[in-house]
């Protein structure tokens, strides 16, 4: 089964928007952490945001927001004020515990945004 | 900090051959992931090492495929025979404890 699920293969947005880019994950465990990665054109991954599973507040920084459902078992990331430098595949990624210090870290398919001028 | 380093950039090969991507993590980080990414796939946890012992090498393809991890400062995932459908995209990243991983910058792999 899958362990996280991002729905939309891809989406526009129109620049100065907001977006919200899908992500549902399946565990068990109590303990675990969510995560957004960026992946422009050029390769690389670029970390984004952490959400714990512990944290009562949404996870935010600068434009970049976290809307954790935990009993939806939902982590959607959210694009304020969308630039065109934001074109890329967005990733989001559980790391759940394992015992101990073991924790394995698990990516969706992700979804390709495009940000259109 | 330099980072996750991943060597080759680039490697072209032929089918057959056999393949070493090597990886440095940041210094102090505890975990490494070895990934595979493909247009088809998307990313793929291949093996994950903790204090440089695999716990999960269940996403490793083959028995061509294996991973070394003899210090906490190097790892190597090696294909032996390589083959075509082995060309992917192969990330190496580093953690500590439950926060985030940090990325290599990613072997090309293409295998003729």
């Known amino acids: 089964a899958q362990k996280i699920t991002q729905t939309q293969p891809g989406m526009f947005v129109q620049e100065k928007e907001a977006v919200t880019l899908d992500c549902t994950y399946d565990t068990s465990d109590q303990s675990y952490g969510l995560f957004w990665y960026k992946q422009p054109s050029s390769g690389e991954m670029i970390f984004l945001i952490y959400?714990?599973?512990?944290?009562?507040q949404n996870a935010t920084e600068g434009r970049y927001s976290l809307n954790f459902q935990k009993a939806r078992k939902s982590a959607n990331l959210v694009i304020s004020a969308s630039q065109l430098g934001d074109s890329a595949m967005y990733f989001c990624?559980?790391?759940?515990?394992?015992?101990?210090?073991?924790?394995?870290?698990?990516f969706g398919k992700g979804t390709l945004l495009t940000v259109n001028p | 900090d330099a980072g996750v380093i991943q060597s080759p950039r680039h490697e072209v090969t032929e089918m057959g051959q056999e393949v070493t991507l090597r990886c440095k993590p940041i210094s102090g980080h505890n975990s490494l992931f070895w990934y595979r990414q493909t247009m088809m796939r998307g990313l793929e946890l291949l093996i994950y090492?903790?204090?440089?012992?695999?716990?999960?090498d269940s996403g490793m393809p083959e028995d061509r495929f294996s991973a070394k991890m003899p210090n906490a400062s190097f790892s190597t995932l090696k294909i032996q025979p390589s083959e075509p459908r082995d060309s992917a995209v192969y990330f190496c990243?580093?953690?500590?404890?439950?926060?985030?991983?940090?990325f290599g910058q990613g072997t090309r792999l293409t295998v003729v």
């Open positions: 990624a559980m790391r759940e515990g394992g015992g101990g210090s073991n924790y394995k870290l698990t």
């Open positions: 990243a580093s953690t500590i404890g439950i926060t985030e991983a940090f």
């Open positions: 090492f903790n204090n440089n012992v695999p716990i999960d």
């Open positions: 959400q714990g599973s512990y944290d009562e």
